[in-house]
């Protein structure tokens, strides 16, 4: 029961942040960040093998790093 209602506080604190958030952003950023969106959403394809690339780099960085 504990975990529910702070799972409940948690979101109504996010919400809270979020609607704070919006408010004081700038109408120009916002219409940005939702073009920004919408164009990762439609090239998911190219964005996750971008994804996958940085993280096989950073894997490798760490190993090169164990055996040193």
Known sequence: MKAVQAK??????AAIVASR???KTPEAV???????TQAARQRRGPLLAV???VLLVLVKKRRNRGRR
């Open 30 to 36: 916002t219409e940005k960040a939702s073009q920004v």
């Open 21 to 23: 958030f919006q408010a």
């Open 51 to 53: 994804a996958a690339l």
């Open 8 to 13: 409940d506080q948690i979101a109504q604190a």
